[in-house]
């Protein structure tokens, strides 16, 4: 028996994994969907659950997948393309579907997106008043200590290793600032640098970082990865105390955030996989990867949404094919 999407909901918010829910709130007969029918659209886009038939599934999983990347939600209005014009109200997204069904549905498509993940390293109070109030504002934050570091430097370590074992977390959604206060900047920086961080941050001045930049590149530090290095961290608000500090860091995570510039790089989809075509009976979008109706006709393959537009296409494949 297939997992309740909810319970899969829990599992990947545990996760950290971004989904979307979609819930059926209203329906006209004979849709297959069913008011309060749910479904959970993953960001890969596979679905689990029920919303409705083959028809209008593509057309919910795209819309899911586009509320993941806007991180807002929307009300779909699924039916024919006659009625979408008398469907007009502000705020609904409508999606025409044009199969034998005649039924009509309004789904509701909610993104769940991971709260931001922050890790500090270091033992300053710039970085301990960073994680609280990272926090505070309902984001994941880890605190990654050296402790004192001696001069086998057992302490740094534990972080480099902490860092380079994937104990802290780390992925590419995550933002990671070293506040070590110049005790271990260099070596907490090039182990940051080896992970998927989508920022990465060194609480120093400018000098002092600069010096910071240099001394990692004659260190062996590919160029390009010292320009991920964001230093000095933080807003320019002039002379700061430590825990002030922290807040000019923070209002910078937040406004970049805000901007779309913390976002992680897109994953490349096999063009196998991104391939896709319309219907040719109902202009549904399908995906020609996993279509499982089609028809040849004249030495070019058709792809459709149901096995009824296919039927109907069989039957006269001259009025549907493409010129």
């Known amino acids: 028996m297939n ?26 007969s004979p849709s297959s969907g069913q008011v309060g029918s749910r479904a959970l659209i993953t960001a890969d886009g596979r679905i689990q659950g029920w919303v ?52 009509a549905l ?15 390293i270091g033992r300053s109070p710039a970085a301990e008043s960073l ?9 994941r934050a880890t605190l990654v200590d050296a402790e004192a570091a001696t001069a086998e430097r057992p302490g740094v370590e534990r972080v480099v290793k902490s860092l380079d074992a994937g104990e ?17 900047d260099e070596d907490a920086l090039e182990a940051a640098l080896a992970t998927q961080a989508v920022f990465v941050g060194l609480v120093a001045s ?19 990865q010292i320009e991920r290095i964001h230093a000095p961290a933080g807003l320019d608000l002039g002379h700061l105390a430590p ?9 910078e995570l937040v406004q970049l955030r805000a901007a779309g510039k913390l976002m992680p790089e897109p994953v490349s989809t096999p063009a196998s996989e991104a391939h896709e075509a319309l219907d040719p ?9 996993t279509a499982r109706h089609r028809a040849t006709h004249e030495g070019r393959t058709y792809y459709f949404c149901s096995a009824g537009c296919r039927q109907r296409f069989d039957a006269d494949p001259a009025s549907y094919a493409v010129p």
């Not at 802290?168 to 271990?184: C, K, L, M, N, P």
């Not at 922290?246 to 209002?251: F, H, N, S, T």
């Open 131 to 139: 994680v609280r109030m990272a926090a505070a504002l309902g984001w």
């Open 3 to 28: 997992p309740d999407p909810l319970d899969l909901a829990r599992e990947l918010s545990a996760l950290g994994e971004p989904y979307a829910l979609a819930t059926v709130v209203w329906r006209r």
């Open 243 to 251: 825990h002030e500090i922290a807040v000019a860091v923070l209002a």
């Open 52 to 103: 409705a038939g083959a028809c209008a599934e593509p057309a919910v999983i795209g819309q899911a997948l586009e509320a993941l990347e806007a991180g807002t939600p929307r009300l779909v209005f699924l039916g024919t393309p006659e009625e979408l014009a008398a469907h007009q109200r502000d705020g609904v997204v409508k999606v025409p579907i044009a199969c034998q069904s005649e039924g």
């Open 168 to 184: 802290a977390g780390i992925d590419e959604r995550s933002f990671v600032v070293v506040a070590t206060q110049g005790h271990y």
């Open 206 to 224: 400018r000098q002092r970082a600069e010096a910071v930049k240099a001394y990692l590149l004659d260190r062996g530090v590919p160029q390009e």
């Open 281 to 289: 009976v109902c202009g549904m979008t399908v995906k020609v990867a």
């Open 106 to 120: 309004e789904v509701y498509v909610e993104p769940f997106l991971p709260p931001p993940h922050l890790v500090a």
